[in-house]
């Protein structure tokens, strides 16, 4: 498996090949199964390129994913030392629930702040922006592509 760069510079050599070969002088058959070849090569190259982005960004997330329940669980914790706090300040209306309000705030603070970075974390998973361009660019030049071929068997050359 390459690197995004590497993907990228594969897609980039399909495209230079597609581009380089003259049309002039060829005959159609030629013409359609280069056009299907580099079509071909241009697809394997597409999909690799997105499944090593893909892979990067669903690393991001499931690190982002990872510190939100990290938060959750915090969070959890914290409620349910607030809970404690209320039985035992209800029940003994003494210096005791000082030190369970402290261990609330605290663990509600952290669960709190771990909640946020993972949810930051998050926002920057983004769809794989490289592969989305290629792709345009790709079914442009096909497009190109086909309408020369088409106005070459109809003699519009």
């Known amino acids: 498996m390459g690197t995004p760069y590497f993907e990228e510079e594969r ?18 058959g030629a013409l359609v199964s280069e056009f299907i070849e580099q079509g071909r090569h241009l697809v394997r190259a597409e999909f690799t390129l997105a499944r ?20 959750a669980v915090v969070t959890l914790l914290g409620a349910m030392t607030l809970v404690a706090f209320l039985v035992i300040a209800l029940a003994n209306v003494m210096p005791l629930w000082a030190s369970a309000l402290l261990v609330t705030v605290v663990l509600l603070a952290v669960g709190v702040g771990v909640g946020v970075v993972g949810a930051k974390r998050l926002k920057t998973v983004h769809p794989p922006q490289k592969t989305l361009q290629t792709l345009k660019e790709d079914s442009q030049w096909a497009s ?3 309408r020369s071929a088409k106005s070459r068997m109809h003699g519009h050359a």
């Open 11 to 28: 897609v980039r050599d399909v495209r230079s090949t597609r581009s380089a070969s003259g049309t002039e002088d060829r005959p159609l």
């Open 52 to 71: 090593t982005e893909l892979k990067s960004e669903a690393r991001k997330a499931a690190a982002g994913g990872g510190m939100l329940a990290a938060g």
């Open 144 to 146: 190109t592509t086909m």
